[in-house]
């Protein structure tokens, strides 16, 4: 399959920009096809923003809608809410799920590093939480009906970094008792993750150049970007699953949805993500699909893509249903 690299690497091992801007086309904030996304400012001090995804029919007086929070992904240092791709998947979760969905642009590595993109992350859900959304609206920075948001049914989703931002936002959601009350999370969902470690795993070696959207190289650019001066793979932030990551027994997370792709080079770390939470007692729906490349939904002419969303659509479903095990904070 030919695929072209969201990262490109040079021979200094530097993201080059200017390509990447070439090969990451940007779409306008509009109303099409039954979704209407409006732009809001977060956080003036840092230029923070969302492009939020609201069904055009309005919803009936007595019911309130279902919350998506979005993280894209793009290896920290790249994409963006305005980027083709995550404005086309935030559109599908919409209008498939007659949702709101409030995808973040958050800053990006090496300019912000680590914790920055899960701070970010972070303040886009108290934006909503806190009721900052409605007054952005009152105020005349869009006039999407933000109030019609169900906050006691909300997903974290993200592909990549935008997955491994997911597993850090939840896990401080979880324990910050600041938001007890706020939102109730009903998943996560956590689609094909970028995690790592020092370690050269298998399927890293075996998966070198295989995988046309992803291999340790690229990794290695973006870790390198995004962590810390002095830190290494093996940092909490990359390694979720290591000996310097934090115990997450009796932490209240939500069920898991994790995909993995048979040829992502970074999938031995996406299974030891799933065994880790697992044995600390989480419950996890683990997807593996056979002959997926690393964030193979992005290309949504691929059979397996169909087969991906139809996944996707049935655990959120069951979660929805007025029986779903549920974690509030």
């Not at 072209?4 to 109303?31: F, M």
């Not at 009906?145 to 169900?150: G, K």
Request: hydrophobic residues 40%; negative net charge.
């Amino acid at each position: 399959m030919e695929c072209p690299a969201w990262l490109i690497v040079n021979s200094q091992d530097e993201v080059n920009r200017r390509l990447e801007e070439l090969l990451d086309s940007k779409v306008v904030a509009a109303t099409r096809d039954g979704v209407a996304a409006t732009a809001f400012t977060i956080q003036p001090d840092t230029s923070v923003w969302v492009r939020t995804f609201i069904p055009t029919t309005p919803a009936p007086a007595h019911l309130q809608l279902p919350v998506f929070f979005y993280f894209h992904g793009g290896g920290f240092v790249a994409m963006s809410a305005n980027s083709a791709f995550p404005d086309s998947f935030c559109r599908y979760l919409c209008k498939t799920f007659q949702a709101i969905v409030v995808s973040v642009d958050y800053r990006k590595a090496p300019d912000y590093r680590y914790p920055t993109a899960y701070d970010d992350c972070y303040a886009a859900v108290q934006w909503l939480a806190t009721g900052s959304a409605a007054a952005a609206a009152a105020a005349g920075q869009g006039e999407a009906p933000l109030q019609e948001a169900d906050l006691s049914r909300c997903f974290l989703v993200g592909e990549s970094a935008g997955g491994n931002i997911v597993h850090h936002v939840a896990c401080r959601l979880a324990s910050h008792a600041a938001m007890k009350g706020r939102l109730t999370v009903l998943g996560n969902l956590v689609l094909a993750p970028f995690f790592g470690g020092e370690e050269r795993t298998p399927a890293e070696l075996r998966l070198m150049k295989v995988d046309p959207f992803l291999d340790y190289d690229k990794c290695d650019a973006c870790w390198r970007k995004f962590l810390p001066a002095g830190a290494n793979r093996d940092h909490p932030a990359v390694n979720v699953s290591g000996p310097e990551a934090p115990d997450l027994r009796g932490l209240p997370l939500a069920p898991f949805l994790v995909t993995v792709g048979e040829y992502d080079s970074t999938k031995d770390w996406q299974l030891r993500y799933v065994k880790s939470l697992q044995r600390m007692g989480h419950h996890v729906h683990l997807h593996f699909y056979k002959g997926g490349i690393h964030c193979f939904h992005c290309l949504p002419d691929l059979a397996l893509s169909s087969v991906f969303r139809a996944d996707l659509e049935h655990f959120v479903h069951s979660k929805l249903l007025p029986t779903t095990t549920t974690t509030s904070f």
